[in-house]
């Protein structure tokens, strides 16, 4: 079945690092892309997603682009910010069966 | 517009009860679906509802149910409460099934 696998965290950065959170899926068709991030206390938040093989999604500086032939939707950031330290999740979701599947999550640490 | 609405924040029952959550989706948004959260198993989807109809059901065993109205508000109900029910239940609203779902700030159960 179809599966998401993102890197482990905890994942400890200083402010104004490169950020790379990894995620790569497996799917039996043409998959959604998401990526989540999720606030101490708080609900899912929408990031960015991506629709098709190629896409970029962006949104307050990250960008995770879609690649068909890695099968891999990684999330960047070029400058965090310790408003960033939360819970990041990628999702893939298929028009078949009206679900998202998750990935494990990565929590992010931005320290000043 | 308003965002997903989800009653009650929090909730503390004791095992055997019995619980129902609501959730009002964005207005317009015809497809609502139900997550689970927790430390061990992560984020695992529940069933989804449209137009009143389960489309689709998750890995839950039948203590787990749910309804969708006309107006779209979604109920889940979970009969005998056992330790391990314990989670954050999210709901999560789109327009269509297979489009982007947007999430309310969760209910906390507790079963003690």
């Known amino acids: 079945g179809d599966s998401v696998t993102q890197m482990e965290g905890p994942v400890t950065l200083s402010e104004e690092a490169f950020l790379t959170i990894n995620c790569t899926y497996t799917?039996?068709?043409?998959?959604?892309l998401f990526w989540y991030v999720q606030y101490p206390g708080e609900g899912l938040q929408l990031l960015l997603k991506a629709t098709k093989a190629d896409d970029k999604g962006s949104n307050k500086g990250f960008e995770a682009t879609y690649r068909k032939e890695t099968t891999s939707f990684h999330l960047e950031k070029g400058s965090v910010q310790v408003s960033d330290s939360a819970v990041y999740f990628c999702a893939l979701s298929e028009q078949s069966n009206y679900q998202l599947i998750w990935g494990a999550g990565t929590k992010l640490i931005i320290k000043p | 517009k308003a965002g997903v609405t989800q009653t009650p924040r929090y909730l503390i029952k004791t095992r055997g009860q019995q619980v129902t959550l609501s959730c009002s989706p964005i207005s317009g948004h015809r497809s609502v679906s139900w997550y689970q959260q927790t430390p061990g198993q992560g984020l695992q989807f529940l069933f989804e509802?449209?137009?009143?109809?389960?489309?689709n059901k998750g890995n839950f065993p039948g203590r787990f149910s749910g309804r969708q109205f006309s107006n779209s508000r979604s109920e889940m109900n979970v009969s005998t409460l056992e330790l391990g029910d314990s989670a954050l239940y999210l709901c999560?609203?789109?327009?269509?099934?297979?489009?982007?779902?947007?999430f309310g700030p969760g209910t906390r159960l507790l079963v003690l």
């Open positions: 799917a039996t068709g043409y998959p959604s």
């Open positions: 999560a609203s789109s327009f269509l099934a297979g489009e982007t779902q947007y």
């Open positions: 509802y449209f137009s009143e109809t389960q489309r």
